[in-house]
């Protein structure tokens, strides 16, 4: 490898870093904010190392991929960064948008499945999922209207998506009242169904972004066994209303630490220069 550059090749490293400089400005001003530098290093690094390895052709190629990774990776940026960023506080603010997600949305669905008898379960479910979505996006993580809506119906089909063929399948249609052992099954499954769409939501980038599903069905399952045991404890107290919050709270309680993970565990500069 040469450790000496000719006055060709300085030039087209100074041209290179120049407008690699003006085109990084297509990323976001948040991202470029705490990024723009080390990525003017890394490409000059690069570019340096092109030249010294394979001249000008070498430097070439590097633009190559550099065009199209930067192309990509700026408008997976400008969909997902600023939305995405993990607010302060967000263990306690996810606690409590379960919390009063899950209690408002049951009582909400409580009144709306008075409609039709039949599928007041059906109604009830969507009612309290769409009130949770909303509560999570939009006032906990602090979405964009766009993955604010993306997140809610995430949220909303993945409570249907398992649970409720599995529902059809041993009660038919409309479903009837489930064992107790067959109860637990649809919950684990409505647990999975949601992380599993609430999983795909996610950025890209998140790393390990996997573990939300096992996370989110520890956490309906830990909330379906908290009401139940206050429900049978203490039912004049808890029967209504109250076991909804705390149900929430459980959920909020097992998912919190996971998504935090999450959404400080995105590696925001993977893509953006290729070697």
């Known amino acids: 490898m040469r450790d000496l550059m000719n006055s060709v090749e300085q030039k087209s490293l100074e041209y290179s870093i120049q407008a690699y400089r003006r085109m990084v400005r297509v990323y976001p001003k948040q991202f470029l904010g705490q990024f723009e530098e080390p990525l003017l290093q890394a490409f000059g690094d690069l570019a340096r190392r092109a030249l010294r390895s394979g001249g000008v052709l070498r430097l070439i190629l590097l633009w190559m991929g550099v065009l199209r990774d930067l192309g990509v990776s700026a408008i997976r940026e400008h969909l997902n960064v600023s939305p995405w960023i993990c607010p302060p506080h967000v263990r306690l603010r996810w606690i409590v948008a379960c919390m009063f997600g899950f209690g408002i949305g049951g009582i909400l669905g409580d009144r709306l499945g008075m409609i039709s008898v039949p599928f007041s379960g059906q109604i009830r479910s969507f009612a309290l999922m769409v009130i949770l979505g909303l509560f999570q996006s939009a006032w906990a993580l602090r979405l964009s209207g766009k993955d604010v809506l993306r997140w809610t119906l995430a949220t909303t089909i993945g409570c249907f998506a398992l649970a409720l063929p599995f529902r059809f399948l041993l009660n038919g249609f409309p479903p ?23 999983f795909l939501v996610f950025p890209r980038n998140a790393v390990n972004a996997w573990r939300w599903i096992p996370a989110t069905v520890s956490g309906v399952l830990g909330g379906y066994f908290a009401s139940l045991g206050l429900v049978y404890t203490w039912s004049s107290l808890f029967r209504y209303g109250l076991v909804l919050f705390i149900g929430g709270a459980v959920l909020g309680v097992f998912t919190c630490f996971s998504l935090e993970s999450i959404l400080r565990s995105r590696g925001d500069t993977e893509g953006a220069i290729e070697s």
């Open 176 to 198: 009837n009242r489930l064992s107790s052992a067959n109860e637990m099954v649809f919950v684990a499954l409505l647990g999975a169904g949601i992380g599993l769409l609430q």
